[in-house]
């Protein structure tokens, strides 16, 4: 007898404040490491969440937990409020979008055809709007005007903006992007920000890795700072960004100044003249 496989479900849209994922006492082991300890974190609708910390402090891991891409050792992570392990793949799909740190393909495709490539998950759904998904999302990362050339071409700049792109063509409500900003330029890491900005003004979940405290302080409306595998603080930028706690942190000397013009926060390692 031939069994039908049941066709995914798209989410129904989500209220500003809605937890799209969430870690709950969350423990994730690596070989003999245990790479997360007692973790809590939420990602809510209308929000951008910047993951901080020094190396090693298990930023990309638990980005990846809050994918339902890794086994978890104890605890529970949750999407859109069911056990991360019960959704299927495709499913998972329509519901969180993942940028990993880096872009690698073996084949020649065209810069447009790697942003296409974000639309697979609703092709079993009639992808109607699959045109319109593609062409926004260039636009959005500037990468248009170099849609016919191949992916292998371009800087490592270029391929970060067209691999952030085929995440936000997927148009789901969940995005969890790993160092977005790391390959980019001043202004194309601006870019990137008021991208997610854009993403959790229009009501999504904004999860994003970042080294570059600054841009946290600037855009992300809530804060993880990560030491060690576990939490250091939890909330907005102006209450996580306290110069003794990221002085222990990161075990360097930092200042926390108000910007003379604006009041907004400058973060800078203290140096000795």
């Known amino acids: 007898m031939r069994l039908l496989r049941r066709r995914p479900t798209p989410p129904p849209p989500a209220d500003l404040g809605d937890v799209l994922a969430e870690a709950e006492s969350l423990y994730v082991r690596l070989g003999s490491r245990e790479v997360l300890q007692g973790v809590d974190v939420v990602a809510r609708a209308g929000e951008v969440l910047a993951l901080v910390g020094p190396n ?57 055809d790697v942003v296409r490539m974000g639309r697979a998950p609703w092709a079993s759904l009639g992808g109607e709007d699959d045109d319109s998904a593609v062409a926004e999302a260039m636009d959005a990362t500037e990468v248009t005007p170099f849609a016919p050339r191949p992916f292998s071409a371009l800087s490592g700049g270029e391929r970060a903006r ?48 970042l080294h570059d405290l600054g841009l946290a302080a600037a855009y992300a409306h809530r804060v993880a700072l990560l030491c060690a595998g576990r939490v250091a603080a939890d909330g907005p930028p102006a209450a996580v960004f306290e110069e003794r706690l990221l002085s222990d942190v990161y075990d360097q000397p930092v200042e926390v100044l108000p910007h003379p013009r604006t009041n907004a926060l400058l973060i800078t390692p203290r140096r000795i003249s």
């Open 56 to 112: 090693g402090a298990g930023k990309s891991t638990l980005l990846a937990a809050l994918a339902g891409d890794l086994a978890v050792a104890a605890g529970a992570v949750r999407i859109h409020g069911r056990p991360a392990s019960q959704w299927s793949a495709p499913e998972l799909a329509l519901r969180r979008a993942v940028l990993p740190q880096s872009a690698a393909l073996s084949f020649p495709f065209s810069v447009e």
């Open 162 to 209: 067209v691999a952030l792109a085929r995440v936000l063509a997927q148009r789901t409500p969940l995005l969890l992007l790993d160092e977005p900003t790391a390959a980019l330029d001043l202004r194309h890491q601006e870019l990137v920000l008021r991208v997610c900005r854009e993403r959790a003004r229009a009501g999504d979940a904004v999860v994003v890795v």
